[in-house]
Every structure is written in structure tokens, then in C-alpha cells.
């Protein structure tokens, strides 16, 4: 059985950065926060927040620049990607979007019962 790298992740966005590839191509990046629910001690009830950085190249990159802010709630599809940091032994994991649904936060409905 082929293994499929895709991965899909939905949260609350941090910090959105642009730059520019030395090909010239656009790129930016921004961080997601998303909540896992309690964490391991219930007496705390505490939350977990992972941090994903997702990364993004070309006509993504450049509706990404021209839409997204910090607060707002994003679905992003792609690739999960891994690299090495210059120093250390550490190993990033990222995600390169191949596709983000943004939702404005002034736009958001919250229901409750």
C-alpha cells in the first residue's frame, strides 16, 4: 500500500510573514494555533495548544499576503514537510499548503446550546 503525505489542520492564526524566494517567486508563512482539548491531568482541565507553522509559495502565498490577519480561523490542505535546523540536532515539522480556506474573524458566528 502507497503511503499519501496529506494532512489537513484547522485553527486560530498568529503571525503572518511575506517574503520573496531568490527565484523571485512569493512566499509566506504564518503559525496556527490549534487546540487538542484537555490536557493529560483532569484536575487541571487545562488545554493543549500545538503551534504549526504552515508555509505557502506563489498563488498561495500571494492571497494569503492579501487576506489573512492574525485572529482569523484558517483550513489548511497540504504536505507535511520536515527540515533540520542550521543549529543543533533539532527537526521542524511544517506543513506546505497546497490550499487555505480563510474565515475573517469579524465573520464568525459562534452557536451554543
Known amino acids: 500500500m502507497p503511503y499519501i ?11 503572518v510573514g511575506i517574503s ?4 523571485g517567486a512569493k512566499a509566506a508563512y504564518f503559525d496556527v494555533a490549534i487546540d487538542s482539548g484537555p490536557g ?6 487545562m488545554t493543549n495548544t500545538v ?10 502565498a500571494e492571497i494569503v499576503e ?7 480561523y484558517v483550513i489548511v ?3 507535511l514537510m520536515s527540515r533540520k535546523l542550521k543549529t543543533g ?5 511544517e506543513v ?5 480556506e480563510i474565515i475573517k474573524k469579524q465573520h464568525r458566528i459562534k452557536v451554543s446550546q
Request: net charge positive; with cysteine; glycine share 6%.
Open 20 to 23: 520573496t524566494t531568490s527565484s
Open 89 to 93: 540536532d533539532c527537526v521542524v515539522v
Open 51 to 60: 503551534w504549526i507553522r504552515v508555509n505557502c509559495y506563489n498563488k498561495v
Open 40 to 45: 493529560y491531568d483532569p484536575a487541571f482541565m
Open 96 to 100: 506546505k499548503a497546497k490550499r487555505v
Open 5 to 15: 503525505n496529506q494532512v489537513e489542520i484547522s485553527g486560530n492564526v498568529a503571525k
Open 77 to 79: 490542505f497540504g504536505r
Open 66 to 72: 492579501k487576506n489573512l490577519e492574525k485572529g482569523d
